[in-house]
Structure formats: structure tokens, C-alpha cells
């Protein structure tokens, strides 16, 4: 069956970094678009940034753009976020979707970021 498993989150200070990997098993991964979202709580799922299936076209939402980076590694089956600059409202359980016909139909279970201040 399809598996989305997220892994790279955890504590980082106020102006730190990390990079989180989402590893895709089960489907052909190059055919699908892939995004990143976040949840905090009590508040809805916002989409993060999203990147095409070759990696040619990304976007990112205007709260993250100049800090964070969406990149994939088709070879691997591997989409990633290196987030920098993380400030304390990036607080939230960060997810990667999988898209087709403009539906993300797949998820992965979370990781848990928190940006101490």
C-alpha cells in the first residue's frame, strides 16, 4: 500500500534550521505532485510550498517564501524541506501530500516541529 513517512522534525531555537524528508513507498512517486503542509494547533491545515513532479516548479506560501526550499529526489522517492530562519509561529505537525488531478489523495502521518523562543 501507499506509505508517506515523514521524519527530520523535533526542538530547534529561534533562527535555526532543519530539513525534513518525506519517503514515498508504493506508488511511482515521479507522477505525482508533492506538497507540504502544516497544522498547529487548533488551527486549520495551511499548504506549506508544493513542487512539480520533474522539480521544475515549485511554489511556497508568502509566509515561508525566502526561508524554506522544496526539492525532491525522484531517484530516491524523496521530497524535502529545508527550512531556515524558523521562527516560533512555525510551531506545528508538518505533513507531506502526494497530488493527482489536482487532489492530494495520499498523506503521511506527521512530524512535530517546535521553535523555542
Known amino acids: 500500500q501507499v506509505q508517506l513517512v515523514e521524519s527530520g522534525g523535533g526542538l530547534v531555537q529561534t533562527g535555526g534550521s532543519l530539513r525534513l524528508s518525506c519517503a514515498a513507498s508504493?506508488?511511482?512517486?515521479?507522477?505525482?505532485?508533492m506538497g507540504w503542509f502544516r497544522q498547529a494547533s487548533g488551527k486549520e491545515r495551511e499548504i506549506v510550498a508544493r513542487?512539480?513532479?520533474?522539480?521544475?516548479?515549485?511554489g511556497y506560501a508568502d509566509f515561508v517564501k525566502g526561508r524554506f526550499i522544496i526539492s525532491r529526489d525522484n531517484a530516491k522517492n524523496t521530497v524535502y524541506l529545508q527550512m531556515n530562519s524558523l521562527k516560533p509561529e512555525d510551531t506545528s505537525v508538518y505533513y507531506c501530500?502526494?497530488?493527482?488531478?489536482?487532489?492530494?489523495?495520499?498523506w503521511g502521518q506527521g512530524t512535530q516541529v517546535t521553535v523555542s523562543s
Open positions: 501530500g502526494a497530488q493527482v488531478n489536482s487532489v492530494y489523495k495520499y
Open positions: 508504493g506508488l511511482t512517486f515521479r507522477n505525482y505532485d
Open positions: 513542487i512539480s513532479r520533474s522539480g521544475s516548479s515549485t
